[in-house]
Nanobody, 124 residues
Framework: QLQLVESGGGLVQPGGSLRLSCAAS????????IGWFRQAPGKEREGVSC????????KYADSVKGRFTISRDNAKNTVYLQMNSLKPEDTAVYYC?????????????????WGQGTQVTVSS
């Protein structure tokens, strides 16, 4: 049973950077597409980014394109989300997710595995 644990969240000023990590246990990540979703208070959950099992294909929501970068290290069973030029509207709980189905779009992908989430707050 694949389990996902996020880390790296925190408080950062606008324009700052954070790197989220997603560590997998219980199963190898090699066969899973992995993605990040977020949910802000009072807002619907939003797909942020996803990466194919091999790492060769990445997808991003328009709201983070050019600022966020997803990557993975299958040898370490870990996926990362580098977040730069953070804005107050990026404030949310960020969830690491995974599924054996491919992620062709963060909008239409429905992963079956979810972590507990990590809080990211962008504020001065």
């Amino acid at each position: 049973q694949l389990q996902l644990v996020e880390s790296g969240g925190g408080l950062v000023q606008p324009g700052g950077s954070l790197r989220l990590s997603c560590a997998a246990s219980g199963w190898t990540l090699d066969y899973y597409a992995i993605g990040w979703f977020r949910q802000a208070p009072g807002k619907e959950r939003e797909g942020v980014s996803c990466i194919s099992s091999s790492g060769g294909i990445t997808k991003y929501a328009d709201s983070v394109k050019g600022r966020f970068t997803i990557s993975r290290d299958n040898a370490k069973n870990t996926v990362y989300l580098q977040m730069n030029s953070l804005k107050p509207e990026d404030t949310a709980v960020y969830y690491c997710t995974g599924d054996r189905s491919p992620c062709s779009s963060v909008t239409y992908w429905h992963p079956s595995k979810w972590g507990q989430g990590t809080q990211v707050t962008v504020s001065s």
